[in-house]
Structures are given as structure tokens and as C-alpha cells.
């Protein structure tokens, strides 16, 4: 396992490689710079300004200028925030997106695995079309419209929880967290259905149910372990899903997020931070989908055989 | 398998309710909101659109900076909340000579920097120097440019800052000479770009004309205003609290102030509708209507400095002929669309600059008029419309320009017989081709820095950096920047601009549309918010209550 890992840590260098040089060329490419603005930007200081970013040098220069500095871990200054590094922009937003990406994991998983086990439990009758339609709902509902609604009825209707900002007030992050996690529960409440529905036929769940066990050490141990195995391999790339698409859910509840972050860098033309947002969501996607493969090579024995034959 | 014969599982559920339950209850209970805590302790929460750029006032440029430099930091002059006539700031009282070319200012004795160093007349010369420094990048230099020689200087025609018109007579007295009288001086002097900084604490995170030195972060600002910086969380939130060494300290009424950068207008407006804000910086148009229909006196809308336009572009072959021009300026009707269409009270627009601006009223040249319209088509050689090209409108990406440029487009098709092509395009490409003069119709906008028509007027001079219509008069241009500048009331200087605002409008390389306006929501507890057409807000005057006026 150790050396699955070691070579898929290898494999993330050229991804990474590749990440930076798209995106250096594909955002040079874009019209309009930086410090291009709706008042006119006198010669003089245009050139002040691309002096001191280094926009004055050949692009291939600042290619490998941008290179040099990344790989001793400077990620640059921002354009549109002077005074500020990419790095520490990221480093103060992050945290935040990654606490809403843990707090909606815990609601898509809570609300998924419940709903699929229950589904799984009785296929095809109600208590089966019941939660799987409300998990349909979930996948086509869009976060920009759950959202609202959820602000609508809890926030300004109910006056229960409040509709926005991020560890100001008391249960400001209930509403943010459901409205992310919901779609991803309606996922895993799908996977969680199919993976169980698998395993609950399998000879095994009926010699455990023959030797007397209740129902709640089946389903919660043996078959569990075994159904969860698709909802593990989902769970990584979700995670890394929810941390880079963030952006709606961190605008809708006015969220110090970095999706928020990486959206308006677009916009400004912010090169570095651009850059450094994408290589840095890239680096964490390429983990999470690493740590996704090992988590399933660990519940699943025969991947680990597979793994184990490999190094034979 | 049947659920209903598993009791356990059935328990587990319950238990799991009980338990979300149990952690959502305590935040149920309708805790007190912002504004009704605000209230107790003076702490205002504003509204304050994007997540500023910059707090040092050589620097930054937008309507947020503004919002929190002017709570930071003051000039020279202030400007009174409801007539916007110069005050006294920083200095108590000034002199103007005969010939109106020398200002002397007084400074007070008891102006102080937050950290208790005395604000004296020579920080203001060792800032303005700073402001004129090209490496800093500060796109607002050209308000020094009244004053003898800072153009020459910023240019760098000259060098030695001494032949600039700015001294010290002594700590308490700053004397200004300028190029020519100009009376709205006083006005530029309530911008930030002409307020002091604080030269150890500038020069202690960097040199002075280094761009983005972190003296404006929160611990490290030394600032001269009735607030100092507490607090500034990158897109969360920026705190000002009561600065204790501001001379007039004893007026101001806020212990505290609570900037939010919200880009989201329906955001916004919801956390105003749940008691998060006491302000918003604006109002989505779709709201705006519902607010006027409940008659909820929280919907503030009043005349905004500023004017939309569309920009020609007169080195397009067909739209070069000031006939066309005309005919396409006769034929908007622009009473419909600002009350069927915008909604939002915006006024129609027959001149560049708003009326009323300090008393300055455009000529009436411009109506709509489409049978005028058909017959200068004709005369162009576009009898009916025929064989005119179809022509663009350029907007940036955003529904409220859409609407605009679809109801132009059918204006134009009924009344002049024209096809018209519709793009969009994301703001920088949009400002990118509107500078490479890669358009054909341009939606613009221009809000005013100063409250006066040389604002709006001189802008559209031969190869100005932010004309952009390859349209160049030298009548024009000798009335704003040789007779305008010479003329020492403002009833002659105002005669003049009226002159060339009658060129600019017969000659229509810009079509206005309308007046903007500003749209807020303000809580009954805010009081002496008063309404001005800069919008800006005097914050050492406000205060929060409960009473009911």
C-alpha cells in the first residue's frame, strides 16, 4: 500500500506541472490585465505597475519566474489586494471553506447514509421510493435555489437561525452547511442504497441473520463495511468538490470562503492568485482522490490482494 | 427487513432527532440581531458592497474605500451632510487671495494622529509629495493637478518638489498656489486622495512611494479621523472603532462601526430584512418595487452624481456623420425606459452632467423626437433605414444593461427602421475592447468625484484618457481647459460649460440616458443620514436610537 501510495504521489507531479502551465497560459490569453479599470489608468503608472509585478518582462520569463518562486513556496503577491501574498490569502480563507466542506460532509453523510440504509432495508416499496425521491429532488435541486429557500423559511419567516456571515453569530453555519451537503446526501443516500442492497443478499448477512443477530448488528457491521465501499470511493472527490465549489453557497450566506476567493480572482484578472488558488485546489483534489483510493483498498480485500499481487 | 419490525433502528432515529433537536433549540430562540444589539452599544452594521482594494488613500479608488477611509481619516475640508459646501476639517479656517490663485489654510491645534502625534501642516506637504509619486501607482494624482506645477512635477518635467505649490508656512499654517483659479478646489480637498498619511508609520512598513506596504493593516494604521482601524478580516468584515484622540471626539456618537463587503444585492437586502444591517449599499431593482409597494420607509432612493451613457464610436465609418449620431440620441425615449424599464427613479438624461450639480443647470438641447430623427437619417443617406449597417451595442455581462440595450434596440428598430446587434462580454474584456476602440456603441457610466460640471465635461477632451469615442473638438476643448479655468464666479465659469455642453450635445459622440440614482435601505434607528447627491455619509454625525422622529 505504501508503495501505491509513493507512486501516486509521484503521478501528482506532472498533474501539478501540467495545472500551472495551463492555467499560466490560458489566463495570459485572457483579454483585459490586471490594472486594466473603467477610469483611465495613466501610461505612467501602467508601467510603474507592470514593473513591479514583473508584467513588463517576456512571458516565458514570467513563466519560469513564476516557476522558480513556486517551487521555493512563494506564490507571489496579489495584484487586486497590494500588500497581500497569494499564500496568505489562501491561508486565511481556507480554513473557513474547510470547515463548511467538513460541516456539509457531516450533513451529507448523516442525512445519505440514513436514508440509503432505510432504503435498502425494504427495496421497492415506500420505504424505498420515499427517500430515494426526496434524494432525486436533492440532485437536481440547485444550491443557489436550496439556499434562498432555506434563508426564506428558517431565517426571515422562522427567525431561527441567521441568513449570513460565518462564526459571528450563534448557528450561522447550520444553513450554509445544509445547503451544501444536501445535494451530496442525495448521492450518498443513492451509492449507500445500491452498496447495501448488494451486500444484504450476500451468503454471509444470511448466515449472520441465521445465527440470531438483530437486525441493527447486521446492517451496522457486517453490512455496513461492505456497502459502504462506493460511498468511500465517492466521498474523497466530494470532499474536494465541496471545497472547490463552494463559491455559491459562500455568496448566498455572504461566506469568508476562499471560493469565494478564487471566483473573484477570475474576474479581477488577479494572475497569482489565480494561479495559486488552482494549483492549490488541483494539489488538494489529487489528495483526496489518493486518500479516497486508500480508504477503499483498506475496507476492500480484494483491491488489497490486487495492490498486494501488483508488488509481487 | 421490514423497518417497522426493528425497533433499534427505530430508536436510533428518535435519538438522533432528539439530539438535532436539542443542538438547534438554543439558536431558535430568536437571539437579539445586530441591529438590536447595534442599538444598545452603538454599533452601527453597514452595508458596504465589495471587499476594499486598498485603505490607503493614495491608493485605493471606489465607492467602499470611500465608505471606511472617511470614518478613518479626514482632510483638509469637510463637506456639509446636506448642502456638500466645503467645512472646516483638519483645518479650522483658510484664506482665499483676490486673484483666487493662493489658498492659506489654518490648521487646528488640537488635530491628532490616532497614536497622539500632533497632525501639523508639514504632513500634509510630505503626503501630497507622496501622492505625486508615479511609482505609487495612485490613479487619482490629477486632483492635485489644480495646484502650480504638480502636473509638470508628476509628469516629471520637473523635479524638485519645492516648485510645486504646496508649503508649510509654519506647522499650523499650509499655503496652496495654483494654476489658475479654480473654484471648486475646495471640493477636491474632502477627497481621500488629498488626506494626510501618517509619514512614520508609512515609511516603517516600506518606502513612501512603495506600492502595498502594510501600514493600512489592522495593529499597524495610524489614521486622523473620528474612527480608528480595529479589526480587518479579508471579505468578512472591517471594524472602526471610536479613535479617542480625534479632536472633535465628543461629537461623535458611534462607539463602533461594522463594515461588510456583500457583492450579493439579494444577500444584502435579506440580511437588512433580518436585522443584520442597519444600511445597505443598494437595493435590487426587483425589490425596489416591492419596497414602494408596501410604502416601508426604509427604501431610500435619492439623485446620485453620476450619469449613464453610451459612448460612440466616432471612427466607425457609419457612425462618424454627427447626423446619425443625432438621430439615434432623438429617438430614446427616455421617460419610458426609466419608468417602465429601470424603475428605480432614475431621472432621463438630456445633458452629461445631472442638473443641480452645485447649482449648474445643462442647456435643454436633446429631446425625443423621432420625426427629427427619420429626417437626419435621411439627410445621412439612411432614408428609412435602408442601407444602414448593422450596428453593435457593447455592454458588460449584466442584466440591468441587457434590459437597457433590448428596449434601445426596439426603439430604434420602430423609430428609425435599424438593426441592432446585442453583446455582452465579462467586465475586463469589455473595458479591454472599449479602450482598443474595438466597438461600436458602448454602454459607459461616470460617477462624479467632485461636485462639480468640470468633472463631467472634461473628460471628453481631444485624446482624454477616458473619452474613448475618437471624437475631438478644439472649440470644446478650448472652452473647458483655457476659458472655464479663467472665469472667477461661478455664474461666468458655469455660462461656459453650458457653451460646450451645447457643442458636446450637438456634436453627440455620447448619448446620455439617465441620471443615476442611489438606492438604499436604512433603518428607522440610523438617524442624520442625510440624503446628498454623492451619497456619502458624514459618520461622526450619526447615531443610533429607538426613538420614533
Known amino acids: ?127 424505498d421510493y420515499a427517500p430515494m425521491s426526496l434524494a432525486m429532488i436533492g440532485i437536481c435541486m440547485p444550491s443557489f435555489l436550496l439556499g434562498p429557500l432555506l434563508v426564506l423559511i428558517f431565517g426571515i419567516y422562522l427567525e431561527w437561525l441567521p441568513i449570513s456571515g460565518w462564526n459571528s453569530l450563534p448557528g450561522d453555519k447550520i444553513l450554509p452547511a445544509i445547503t451544501l451537503g444536501t445535494g451530496y446526501a442525495a448521492y450518498i443516500a443513492r451509492l449507500t442504497r445500491g452498496g447495501m442492497l448488494d451486500i444484504l443478499s450476500q451468503d454471509y448477512i444470511r448466515t449472520a441473520r441465521a445465527k440470531g443477530l438483530s437486525e441493527i448488528v447486521i446492517v451496522c457491521k457486517h453490512g455496513l463495511r461492505g456497502g459502504l465501499i462506493p460511498v468511500v470511493a465517492f466521498l474523497g472527490p466530494a470532499f474536494a468538490g465541496m471545497l472547490g465549489g463552494s463559491f455559491v453557497v459562500e455568496t448566498i450566506f455572504n461566506i469568508p470562503g476562499l471560493g469565494r476567493f478564487y471566483v473573484q480572482a477570475a474576474f479581477n484578472r488577479d494572475y497569482t492568485m489565480i494561479l495559486g488558488t488552482t494549483i492549490f485546489f488541483a494539489a488538494l483534489i489529487v489528495s483526496f482522490n489518493l486518500i479516497s483510493d486508500i480508504l477503499a483498498m483498506w475496507m476492500n480485500p480484494k483491491l488489497r490482494q490486487k495492490d498486494l499481487g501488483d508488488e509481487k | 427487513m421490514d423497518i417497522k419490525s426493528n425497533p433499534q433502528i427505530y430508536r436510533l432515529f428518535f435519538l438522533i432527532l432528539h439530539g438535532i433537536y436539542l443542538c438547534v433549540l438554543p439558536g431558535c430562540e430568536n437571539p437579539p440581531t445586530n441591529v438590536e444589539l447595534g442599538n444598545e452599544t452603538g454599533v452601527l452594521h453597514w452595508g458596504n458592497g465589495t471587499e476594499p482594494q486598498s485603505l490607503d488613500p493614495h491608493i485605493a479608488t471606489g465607492v467602499p474605500e470611500h465608505h471606511v477611509i472617511s470614518a478613518l481619516m479626514e482632510g483638509l475640508v469637510l463637506k456639509d451632510s446636506q448642502t456638500l459646501e466645503p467645512t472646516p476639517g483638519i483645518a479650522e479656517r483658510w484664506d482665499i487671495s483676490e486673484d483666487q490663485l493662493v489658498y492659506t489654510f489654518h490648521l487646528r491645534s488640537d488635530a491628532k494622529w490616532s497614536n497622539g502625534d500632533t497632525l501639523d501642516a508639514h504632513d500634509f506637504v510630505w503626503s501630497w509629495w ?60 474632502d477627497h481621500y486622495s488629498t488626506f494626510p498619511v501618517h509619514q512614520e508609520t508609512v515609511e516603517r512598513f516600506g518606502s513612501a512611494d512603495e506600492r502595498g506596504t502594510r501600514w493600512t493593516y489592522e495593529g499597524n494604521m495610524v489614521s486622523n479621523g473620528p474612527f480608528k482601524l480595529r479589526k480587518w478580516t479579508i471579505n468578512q468584515e472591517i471594524v472602526v472603532e471610536k479613535n479617542p484622540q480625534y479632536y472633535d471626539e465628543k461629537k461623535v456618537k458611534l462607539n463602533e462601526i461594522v463594515y461588510y463587503p456583500i457583492e450579493n444585492g439579494i444577500t444584502e437586502e435579506r440580511m437588512f430584512r433580518a436585522g443584520q444591517l442597519h444600511y445597505t449599499n443598494d437595493v435590487p431593482i426587483d425589490k425596489v418595487e416591492t419596497y414602494r409597494a408596501a410604502n416601508d420607509p426604509a427604501l431610500r432612493i435619492h439623485p446620485y452624481l453620476g450619469t449613464y451613457y453610451y459612448r460612440i464610436n466616432t471612427r466607425v465609418p457609419h457612425l462618424k456623420d454627427r447626423r446619425v449620431r443625432r438621430a439615434l440620441a432623438l429617438t430614446i425615449d427616455r421617460e419610458s425606459l426609466t419608468k417602465n424599464i429601470l ?185 442624520n443620514l442625510n440624503p446628498n447627491i454623492l451619497n456619502q455619509a458624514s459618520y461622526k454625525d450619526l447615531f443610533l436610537s429607538d426613538d420614533i422622529e
Open chain 2, 130 to 189: 507622496r501622492a505625486l509619486q508615479p511609482r505609487l501607482g495612485n490613479l487619482y494624482a490629477y486632483m492635485y493637478f489644480p495646484i502650480k506645477n504638480a502636473r509638470a512635477y508628476y509628469n516629471g518635467d520637473i523635479n524638485d518638489f519645492k516648485e510645486v505649490g504646496v508649503k508649510a508656512v509654519n506647522d499650523l499654517t499650509l499655503q496652496v498656489m495654483l494654476e489658475n483659479p479654480t473654484p471648486y478646489f475646495l471640493q477636491l480637498l
Open chain 1, 1 to 127: 500500500m505504501i508503495r501505491f501510495a509513493a507512486v501516486r504521489l509521484l503521478q501528482a507531479i506532472p498533474v501539478l506541472f501540467g495545472v500551472i502551465t495551463i492555467t499560466f497560459i490560458l489566463i495570459h490569453s485572457a483579454p483585459g490585465g490586471p490594472f486594466s479599470a473603467d477610469k483611465a489608468v495613466p501610461p505612467e503608472v501602467l508601467i510603474a505597475l507592470e514593473e513591479k509585478y514583473d508584467l513588463n518582462l517576456p512571458l516565458w520569463q514570467q513563466y519560469f519566474g513564476y516557476l522558480e518562486d513556486f517551487i521555493s513556496g512563494d506564490f507571489g503577491p496579489s495584484f487586486k489586494y497590494p500588500g497581500r501574498n497569494v499564500s496568505e490569502l489562501i491561508a486565511s480563507a481556507f480554513p473557513t471553506t474547510a470547515e463548511l466542506a467538513l460541516y456539509s460532509m457531516i450533513v451529507a453523510i448523516g442525512i445519505g447514509l440514513f436514508a440509503g440504509v432505510v432504503a435498502a432495508m425494504r427495496p421497492n416499496s415506500v420505504q
Open chain 2, 343 to 527: 424603475k428605480g427613479g432614475q431621472i432621463p438624461a438630456y445633458a452629461m452632467t445631472p442638473p443641480d450639480t452645485k447649482g449648474y443647470f445643462p442647456p435643454n438641447k436633446l429631446e425625443f423626437n423621432p420625426l427629427e430623427a427619420k429626417r437626419l437619417m435621411a439627410l445621412s443617406g439612411y432614408p428609412d433605414g435602408k442601407n444602414f449597417p448593422e450596428t453593435e451595442i457593447l455592454y458588460n455581462t449584466n442584466e440591468g444593461h441587457r434590459k437597457v440595450a433590448v428596449a434601445i434596440q426596439q426603439m430604434w428598430k420602430i423609430h428609425l427602421n435599424i438593426d441592432i446587434r446585442l453583446t455582452n462580454q465579462e467586465w475586463k474584456v469589455y473595458l479591454d475592447s472599449e479602450s482598443n476602440g474595438d466597438y461600436e456603441i458602448s454602454r459607459a457610466g461616470w460617477i462624479g468625484d467632485y461636485v462639480d460640471p468640470n468633472n463631467f465635461l472634461d473628460m471628453f477632451i481631444c485624446g482624454g484618457g477616458n473619452n474613448r469615442t475618437g471624437w475631438c473638438n478644439e472649440d470644446y476643448d478650448k472652452l473647458i481647459l483655457q476659458e472655464a479655468p479663467r472665469k472667477k464666479s461661478d455664474q461666468n465659469r458655469f455660462a461656459i460649460f453650458r457653451e460646450a455642453e451645447e457643442i458636446l450635445i450637438d456634436e453627440m459622440p455620447v448619448i446620455p440616458i439617465y441620471t443615476y440614482t442611489s438606492k438604499n435601505l436604512v433603518h428607522s434607528s440610523l438617524k
